[in-house]
């Protein structure tokens, strides 16, 4: 039987979907800051804030979205378990078995 799944521990004041957001927010705020400080023009500092803005809200809906989604696994439980091995995994014999071969045409033996 899998070893049941926990949610990690959350404390109060721990948001760190929360915090990277606001970093995120003061980097839209301060990068706009710093190219009108070195002369860029303002509709390209503009554009820019718009850009880091866009690119920032997708993300927060990206990270909200992924922690729903891993709340909600965890609240299911562990479902039925497949068997797979994979494509490297394969059971049998054959000559792409890997290690050493022992005769052959190799130069060497």
């Known amino acids: 039987m899998p070893p049941s799944r926990t949610a990690p521990e959350t404390r109060p004041g721990d948001d760190r979907t929360g ?3 606001r970093w995120a927010a003061f980097t ?3 990068v706009p800051v710093v190219l009108l400080w070195y ?3 303002l509709a390209g500092t503009a554009g820019t804030a718009l ?8 993300c927060r809906v990206l990270l ?3 922690e729903q ?3 909600r696994l965890l609240d299911e439980g562990p479902g ?10 394969r059971t049998g014999s054959g000559s792409h078995r890997g290690g050493r071969h022992t005769g052959g045409n190799s ?3």
């Open 19 to 21: 915090d990277l957001i």
């Open 28 to 30: 839209c705020f301060l």
């Open 39 to 41: 002369g860029t023009s």
């Open 51 to 58: 850009g880091l803005a866009a690119v920032t809200a997708v």
């Open 64 to 66: 909200r979205r992924s």
């Open 69 to 71: 989604c891993a709340v």
């Open 80 to 89: 039925p378990q497949a068997h797979h091995r994979g494509r490297h995994q």
């Open 107 to 109: 130069p060497a033996g």
